[in-house]
């Protein structure tokens, strides 16, 4: 079920000063492949502390139906994956995810403080972006382009143990 009201367009393409972003999907896979390889150590720790892809060996094919999966989620409006490339179009520097916060508790915190989650991973070769900056500048569009009140960032803000905490102390409801 989409997370975004039906009347919103997600841009497929951006162009920022330093980067730019296009739907990630199949037309990507080699370049994505090879900054997924190069870049796996760091990209462990974007998803969660406990977050295992992808696999030291992940091969061509099963990089291209991840893709094909985000390209298809995007399409459906589900959530929104985007790769960062080189100003030029020629290098390919990382990837962004927006998508629904997923939750199996009832009234989840998380669900009522954010209306989504985004995650940024940055090639780890030869690589301009400063993750910091990428991060300040992708959250300046989405503040300004996105109907999204509030997005959280899992691991940059808030931290992984309050993203993780059952109940943040300040949303603790009184005991009558």
Same mark, same amino acid.
Not at 21 to 28: I, Q
Not at 65 to 71: M, N
Not at 100 to 106: A, D, H, L, V
Not at 139 to 153: E, H, K, M, S
């Given at each position: 079920?989409?997370?975004?009201p039906? =009347?919103?367009?997600?841009?497929?393409?951006v162009?920022?000063?330093d980067? +730019?972003?296009?739907?990630?999907?199949p037309d990507? !896979?080699?370049?994505d492949?090879? %900054? /997924?390889?190069?870049?796996?150590? !760091?990209?462990?720790? /974007?998803?969660?502390? =406990?977050?295992? $892809?992808?696999?030291?060996?992940? +091969?061509? *094919?099963?990089?291209? %139906? *991840?893709l094909?999966?985000h390209? =298809?989620?995007?399409?459906?409006?589900? %959530?929104?994956?985007?790769c960062?490339?080189?100003?030029?179009? &020629?290098?390919?520097?990382?990837?962004?995810?927006?998508?629904?916060?997923?939750?199996?508790?009832?009234? =989840? @915190?998380?669900? &009522?403080?954010?209306? !989504? &989650?985004?995650?940024? $991973?940055?090639n780890?070769?030869?690589?301009?972006?400063?993750?910091?900056?990428? /991060? !300040?500048?992708?959250?300046? @569009?989405?503040?300004? *382009? $996105?109907?999204? %009140?509030a997005?959280? $960032?899992?691991?940059?803000?808030?931290? @992984?143990s309050? @993203?993780?905490?059952?109940v943040?102390?300040?949303?603790?409801?009184?005991?009558e």
């Amino acid at each position: 079920m989409p997370f975004i009201p039906s =009347d919103f367009s997600p841009p497929r393409q951006v162009r920022f000063p330093d980067f +730019s972003l296009a739907v990630l999907g199949p037309d990507y !896979a080699e370049p994505d492949l090879q %900054a /997924v390889r190069s870049s796996a150590n !760091a990209i462990r720790h /974007v998803f969660g502390p =406990d977050n295992y $892809w992808p696999a030291a060996d992940i +091969s061509f *094919d099963e990089n291209l %139906a *991840d893709l094909k999966r985000h390209f =298809d989620e995007f399409d459906q409006r589900y %959530a929104f994956a985007y790769c960062l490339l080189a100003p030029d179009d &020629q290098r390919y520097l990382g990837c962004l995810y927006l998508k629904p916060i997923k939750s199996r508790q009832e009234n =989840d @915190w998380r669900k &009522q403080r954010f209306q !989504a &989650q985004a995650f940024l $991973w940055l090639n780890a070769s030869d690589n301009p972006l400063s993750a910091d900056q990428t /991060v !300040a500048a992708l959250q300046d @569009w989405l503040a300004q *382009d $996105w109907p999204l %009140a509030a997005i959280a $960032w899992p691991g940059r803000k808030p931290s @992984w143990s309050e @993203w993780l905490s059952a109940v943040p102390i300040a949303l603790t409801p009184a005991i009558e």
